[in-house]
C-alpha cells in the first residue's frame, strides 16, 4: 500500500484558519489524486477537498466552499489542505487518500492511517 501521512491539525477557535500537510512515502504525489477526508468518531467517513494529479482541484463538500483550498507543493511532495474561517462543525479527524480516479473516488490506493484531528472551539 501507499503509505500517506496527513498532519498538522490541533485547535483552533472559530473563525481561525489552520493548514494541513499530506506527505507521501517511498512514491511522488504528483502521479496520483490526492484527496482530504474528514471523519467524526463514530460517523460517515466525508469527502472534503480533491486535487488531481493533472492540477485541477474541486470541493468534495459544499459546507466548506470558499472555505478550503488544496494545493500541492511538488519540492516537498506534499499535498496542502488551506482551511480558514474555521466552524464548529469542521471539528473531526482529518485523513488524506490517494486515487487513480480524479475525481478522488473508488478504490483507495493506500492506508488511511490515524489521521490528523482538528478542533475548532473557543
Known amino acids: 500500500q501507499l503509505q500517506l501521512v496527513a498532519s498538522g491539525g490541533g485547535l483552533v477557535q472559530p473563525g481561525g484558519s489552520l493548514s494541513l500537510s499530506c506527505a507521501a512515502s517511498g512514491f511522488t504525489l504528483d502521479y496520483y489524486a490526492i484527496g482530504w477526508f474528514r471523519q467524526v468518531p463514530g460517523k460517515e467517513r466525508e469527502g472534503v477537498s480533491c486535487s488531481s494529479s493533472s492540477g485541477d482541484s474541486t470541493n468534495l463538500a459544499d459546507s466548506v466552499e470558499d472555505r478550503f483550498t488544496i494545493s500541492r507543493d511538488k519540492g516537498r511532495n506534499t499535498v496542502i489542505l488551506q482551511m480558514k474561517n474555521l466552524k464548529p462543525e469542521d471539528t473531526a479527524i482529518y485523513y488524506c487518500?490517494?486515487?487513480?480516479?480524479?475525481?478522488?473516488?473508488?478504490?483507495?490506493?493506500?492506508?488511511w492511517g490515524q489521521g490528523t484531528p482538528v478542533t475548532v472551539s473557543s
Open positions: 487518500q490517494a486515487y487513480s480516479r480524479s475525481d478522488c473516488r473508488g478504490l483507495s490506493l493506500g492506508s
